[in-house]
């Protein structure tokens, strides 16, 4: 990321530690941090595989297990993970006043492969019904 710095560390540790306590035990601290760490870094595919690899180079092979452990074995609760992620984001978002709207375009990322859910475009363009 070349836009990381030090007040941007900070604040990423800190979103970090804010889902932590969402999430339960302490040991599972180390492959959050890595997994969303690994979601901001520019790599193609955002599997497991991929982000343990940029997130542990000298370590693939374990950080992989640790990741895949992680997401595969997830015992708290979704609604109260983005219950935490909504508390946590939005004042900051709405520091600069009011949300007015939501833009959302998931276009930006294009599907890989050809056999995987999702890969074809799925976009409908505004005014058609689905």
Do not use: N
């Amino acid at each position: 990321m070349d836009t990381w710095t030090d007040e941007s560390e900070t604040a990423f540790d800190a979103y970090v530690e804010a889902l932590v306590g969402v999430i339960g035990h302490a040991d599972r601290a180390e492959p959050l941090k890595d997994y969303c760490l690994g979601l901001l870094m520019p790599v193609e595919r955002k599997s497991v595989e991929p982000l343990a690899a940029v997130v542990a180079p000298s370590r693939v092979a374990a950080k992989h297990q640790s990741l895949l452990h992680f997401v595969g074995q997830a015992p708290w609760s979704d609604e109260a993970l983005m219950g935490r992620v909504r508390d946590w984001v939005l004042p900051r978002i709405e520091q600069r006043g009011a949300i007015g709207a939501w833009i959302i375009d998931d276009t930006g990322f294009p599907k890989k492969g050809k056999h995987s859910v999702g890969v074809a475009r799925q976009y409908w363009p505004v005014g058609q019904a689905g």
